[in-house]
């Protein structure tokens, strides 16, 4: 029998399965020709279970397509509300949120560097319904914690960059009264030890771009680690401790209202946004290149139409003008970088990091 014939057959029964209707293949499968030997009856079952196969198969994307997300999507950020991870989530899930009208919801599980938060998302079900928003900090882990219980490169699954900006060298104007990078390492160095920066926690890419800073200037700043960039940016500005080496995205605000000083960008040239605030090659600190960045992972077994679907959702949110202007205003610019090419990126911070924390003998305080 043609192939045709069976095919339009195999749509019929299957209609007929979902609609739970009576379906009577001996008097609509077309004449067996002399050559065919199955027997109608066991031809009958096998198309009816292959239709019925075919039909399980495709109901998760069909279903991704049309109907995810069907209840709130849980976002897991590593760190307490306030720092440079929340001030790209919040923004980027609320507006997903209004495209959607389905609640994307950020749950802060702060501590131990960012690590806490990870280790539970990796254990989260992988049904869609579970993301984690991580940093670059999470490419430095690895050579900080010898006993991480999660590997970011296999038990989750790469779906896209969110943003990547600039460290930021802040200080409180009442403590540390230099405006320039100059000024500001003749006074480190004619008061060693005397300041103190505060980190987001141990391993995060504050604590490393603070003694990747010390190493290259040889000059000495005593570490204070906290459980998250906006702890640290509270005592900060309340004058608790001297400076930080902050991402820009969360010291934006408070650079611009006055409440810390920046004293230069850590890389080659002027950040997005800030046009006032030189680099640190500027002040002459070549070769001091410190970024931090922000990505969404799924844990590993996540349906890979699912994460498709993430992604798109993601593109139409970063490239929407409101995101647009406010990532300027942080300070960076929209990413295009997904899926498996982020998760290559990832994987050479790792072994970027990973000689920062050997040369600089970076350890846990």
Known sequence: MPSSAWAKWRVRAAS????DQRFTPETTV????????MTQTTRRRLLINMAATSTALAAPWVHAQAGWPVKPVNIVVPFPPGGGTDAFARPLF?????NLSRQFVIDNKGGAGGTLGASLAAKAAPDGYNFFMGAVHHSIAPSMYPKL??????DFVPVGLVSSV???IVVNPTKVAATTLPEFLAHLRKNPGRLNYGSAGNGTSHHLAGE??????KTFIAHIPYRGAGPALQDLIAGQVDMMFDGLGSSAAHIKSGRLRAIAVAGDRRAPGFPDVPSTAEGGLAGYNVATW???WAPKGTPRELITVMQNEMRKALNADDLKTLWTGLGTSTPNLWGDDFGRFVASEIKRWAEVVKTSGAKLD
């Open 16 to 19: 007929a399965i979902q609609a």
């Open 30 to 37: 077309p004449t067996k020709t002399a050559r065919q030997t």
């Open 94 to 98: 609320a507006s997903m949120t209004r």
């Open 149 to 154: 219980d999660y590997n970011i490169e296999t």
């Open 166 to 168: 600039p460290q930021v």
């Open 212 to 217: 990747l800073f010390k190493l290259q200037t």
């Open 294 to 296: 922000y990505g969404i």
